[in-house]
């Protein structure tokens, strides 16, 4: 049985049905009875709020935000706000199943939660953006905290809006609140190494997968769908380590560049003309060919629900690496395992981020800094040491690494509630 927060229309690719159903097959292979099951699937709380924004015309627009906590079992909700056009409640539950999960696969002590808001933010200004920001951060107010529901940034959001957020809780709250939120400015909070911490994880667990498949990054050409906060910091990190990045796709279309695209000529390039396209010697191809291009690693690295059952039939890599959210559909997911394609999940590739997080919020709390080498080595720690487990367990289990990865944060979830019990 699975608690739905929402009844979906049942053509459309649903992430909430994705990840619920992926908790479900997991807490089976766990030997879960359905009761906890379905504790461990339904979200705790569901917060939908409207979010008047004076506009710069002077007329006053309506948006509509969530903020979901799903499971608090592990320690507080934690999880980013995102901004899109696309956002609805069904995609924030799924986002924040998917960092409970995340949190616990990590073993980091929080449970997991997710906000957003249904905007296109690029056709705010900043003011009507700082104005947006502040009236959902108020409007959530109430449930967020340091020892409660952290937020952090996600697509469309960034430090200066994880300032904003802090700014308006802290004048709630009639006192400084840094650890409210991370993702934060170093200047109020932040951390060194959090810029760019998500692409670091991603290329600690691409070069982890090489070394247990037995392969030398030198000889790996990459496809990377998204050049924003991951897809950029990785186009670099994965060349720097010999890998070679062969197709890039952002908004715009995709490029195609055998030879390996140049990072530094590619961000010199993109800070003038604000997209890819036009990279010197590039072919441009459609952004739906990327993951055709010749290549030995696919890296989505930009929205969920992208790769399909097409996509997966006609993927030309032989390994796969999860950067964005949810990448992965059901039916694409069921291709990649029938042709033997190894998948890096989301959850533990892309926990990079979440990782660095806690980091900032274990600074903020006893407000003592680190300095970058520690927070490095923590964080390359903390990486191996999930990878390395879940790929244990994979090879024990003989399961896919999602599965395996979602076995993980189950038990791990499973083990907390039931040590906590049942209130009252
Ligand atoms: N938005 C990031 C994620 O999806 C980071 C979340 C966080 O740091 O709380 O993992």
């Not at 600690?204 to 990459?222: D, G, N």
């Not at 029938?338 to 709390?365: C, H, T």
Request: aromatic letters at 6%; glycine letters at 10%; charged letters at 20%.
């Amino acid at each position: 049985m699975v608690t739905r927060p929402h009844e979906a229309n049942p053509d459309e690719f649903n992430p909430w049905l994705r990840i619920s159903s992926l908790i479900e097959k997991a807490g089976h292979l766990l030997g879960l009875d359905d009761g906890m099951i379905t504790r461990i699937i339904t979200p705790e709380r569901i917060l939908e709020v409207a979010v008047p924004v004076r506009m710069d015309s002077g007329d006053v627009h309506m948006f509509t935000g969530w903020r979901i906590q799903h499971n608090s079992s592990r320690g507080p909700g934690k999880g980013g706000i995102r901004f899109h056009p696309s956002v609805n409640v069904d995609e924030i539950a799924a986002l924040s199943a998917d960092m409970s999960i995340k949190c616990a696969v990590v073993n980091i002590p929080y449970g997991g939660a997710k906000g957003g808001v249904k905007v296109d933010p690029s056709a705010l200004s900043r003011g009507e953006l700082e104005r947006l920001t502040r009236r959902y951060a108020f409007s959530i107010a109430p449930m967020i905290g340091p020892d409660r529901d952290i937020p952090a940034p996600d697509i469309n959001t960034d430090m200066q809006v994880m300032s904003w957020i802090m700014d308006t809780v802290s004048m709630l709250r009639g006192h400084n609140t840094p650890g409210v939120v991370t993702g934060k400015p170093l200047a109020i909070g932040g951390t060194l190494g959090h810029a760019g911490a998500t692409s670091l994880g991603v290329t600690i667990c691409t070069l982890a997968l090489l070394r247990q498949l037995e392969r030398s990054p030198q000889e790996q050409r990459v496809v990377i769908q998204g050049y924003g906060k991951v897809g950029a910091p990785l186009v670099k990190l994965l060349t720097e380590r010999g890998m070679k990045v062969v197709g890039l796709a952002d908004i715009h279309g995709a490029i195609h560049v055998p030879e390996g695209i140049d990072p530094e000529k590619l961000a010199l390039h993109f800070d003038e003309s604000k997209s890819i396209m036009g990279y010197p010697g590039a072919e441009e191809v459609h952004a739906d060919q990327l993951f055709e291009l010749p290549s030995d690693i696919a890296i989505p690295a930009a929205l969920g629900g992208v790769i399909t059952e097409q996509v997966a039939e006609k993927m030309s890599a032989a390994m796969m690496v999860e950067a964005a959210n949810g990448p992965t559909t059901g039916e694409g997911a069921g291709v990649l395992s029938s042709r033997n394609i190894p998948v890096v999940p989301d959850v533990l590739a892309n926990a990079g981020g979440v990782v660095a997080s806690y980091f900032e919020w274990a600074q903020d709390l006893q407000g003592f800094m680190w300095e970058t080498e520690l927070f490095h080595q923590r964080l390359e720690k903390t990486m191996h040491e999930a990878f390395d487990s879940i790929w244990e367990r994979h090879l024990q289990l003989e399961v896919a690494l999602r599965d395996t990865a979602l076995v993980v944060g189950v038990e791990r979830i499973a083990e907390a509630t039931k040590l906590r019990g049942l209130f009252p």
